[in-house]
């Protein structure tokens, strides 16, 4: 173990990562006495290596900024690539917004471990190695036992409990709250290169999706020259894989003409990883002296590399709730009421885009953004992450949302085909469509 522990505390956490290390930092900066449990040893490797714009004030509040630096590069720009308009669009987070104009491209290992580091700096305990086995609510504390790599047995208590467990989803495991996404399902091939062409000068730090018949790609560079590498797609494509990952993985690459380009004479540096359905969310947020952050409650697709950015943020917004009720408990109630409003806005905006993210139409207007009303603005502002904030990129977004809307209806047969296509898309046995419609 990583220290001696106690039995009582205020807030216990679940998950050491980047939703769980922020939550952990913040409370122990407002004098609350934390611990933080995670059933691996950082560095460990995790993918989701786009970062946005608006994670960089809370990287500024958590005093990291440094350590991401050190570890990140500059990410300038997001590019789309499509084939079928043999084009490409780039959006520059400086153009049109008043946030940070950049953001950066991290290996999740480093980054991961910087975040846990400064909430052990900041006060809080943070037990890695150590699985926790039993949760017991209800009643005026949370008991929690877990068991560390050596064996050791921990037993400890906490007002409150933040579920910050990501894809593991302890709580809704125990309580029955996760379900398959409804609207969304998808799979991911993933892998990282060596020797893959990147752009010169500022744009070499830009993430670039290339859109392909069955779903979409990801290229993004990282700091020490390689660059990782995936596919998302519907999951009856998955289902036709007959060999290995890695070899599935290449001839699928060479699916999207653009980007194999760029990594005809890249070398793969490990076996590539395929991962089955992971779109899912919860039926609750919270309950009595529990709440969950991150991916423990929700997780849609890693398209506009929102994953860190929803993590941290939802967990920022935790503590701003779990603070409050612990001051003042008559208010618990309506301050976590207000916490899930909160985190669902956010994740609402996300997901209205994602669902659409290979429709034709949206293909369309990311191929040739109009700047009428704002548009091309609202457009950088979302894919900065500015999805919580009311004022005029809330109403830029409306705009956009309508002028989808609208061209949807100008190209019906179009759209409508589309529909159909993804809609027999997410369904088990799906009947799909290869013409690049869907």
């Not at 020797?195 to 290339?210: C, F, L, Q």
């Not at 949302?401 to 898309?425: E, F, G, P, Q, V």
Request: hydrophobic fraction near 45%; aromatic fraction near 12%; glycine fraction near 8%.
């Amino acid at each position: 173990m990583n220290a001696p522990v106690s039995a009582q505390y205020d807030i216990a956490i679940v998950g050491a990562g980047p939703a769980g290390s922020t939550a952990a930092a913040l409370l122990a900066d407002k004098g609350w006495r934390v611990i933080a449990f995670d059933k691996d040893r950082h560095p460990r490797f995790h993918i989701g290596e786009s970062l946005l714009p608006l994670n960089l004030p809370l990287f500024e509040r958590l005093g990291v900024m440094d350590a991401v630096r050190q570890v990140g590069l500059v990410k300038r720009a997001a590019e789309f690539h499509s084939m079928e308009h043999n084009a490409s669009q780039k959006f520059f987070f400086r153009d049109g917004w008043d946030g940070p104009g950049y953001a950066f491209q991290v290996r999740r290992a480093d980054f991961d471990l910087a975040l846990a580091n400064n909430a052990r700096a900041r006060g809080a305990q943070v037990i890695e190695g150590c699985k926790v086995e039993q949760v017991e609510l209800g009643g005026d504390a949370v008991r929690l036992t877990a068991r560390a790599d050596d064996g050791a047995a921990i037993e400890v208590t906490a007002r409150y409990l933040i579920d910050a467990t990501g894809r593991d989803t302890l709580l809704a495991g125990k309580l029955g709250l996760k379900q398959k996404n409804p609207k969304h399902t998808s799979a991911a091939l993933y892998g990282h290169f060596r020797g893959a062409k990147r752009w010169a000068g500022e744009d070499e730090g830009n993430i670039s999706v290339y859109w392909f018949q069955h779903g979409w790609m990801w290229f993004i560079p990282l700091a020490d020259g390689t660059t990782s590498v995936g596919a998302v797609c519907w999951p009856y494509y998955l289902k036709t894989r007959q060999t290995d990952p890695s070899s599935f993985f290449i001839e699928t690459l060479k699916l999207a003409p653009m980007l194999w380009e760029r990594l005809k004479d890249a070398e793969l540096i490990a076996p590539a990883t395929a991962t089955g359905n992971y779109s899912y969310a919860c039926r609750k947020m919270y309950g009595d002296r529990w709440v969950m952050v991150g991916d423990a409650f929700a997780f849609v697709d890693p398209v506009f590399s929102s994953g860190v950015y929803l993590a941290m943020n939802s967990a920022s917004f935790a503590v701003e709730a779990v603070d409050a009720a612990l001051r003042e408990p008559a208010r618990a109630p309506q301050l976590f009421a207000a916490f899930d409003r909160r985190v669902r806005r956010g994740l609402a905006t996300f997901s209205w885009m994602i669902y659409r993210m290979t429709s034709p139409v949206m293909r369309d207007l990311l191929m040739a953004p109009r700047d009428d009303f704002g548009i091309k603005r609202a457009v950088i502002s979302f894919l900065a992450g500015d999805v919580y904030q009311p004022g005029p990129v809330r109403r830029r977004i409306f705009a956009f949302r309508a002028i989808y809307y609208l061209s949807a209806l100008l190209d019906w047969r179009r759209a409508w085909t589309a529909m159909r296509n993804r809609k027999r898309a997410i369904q088990p046995q799906a009947i799909y469509a290869t013409d690049g419609s869907g």
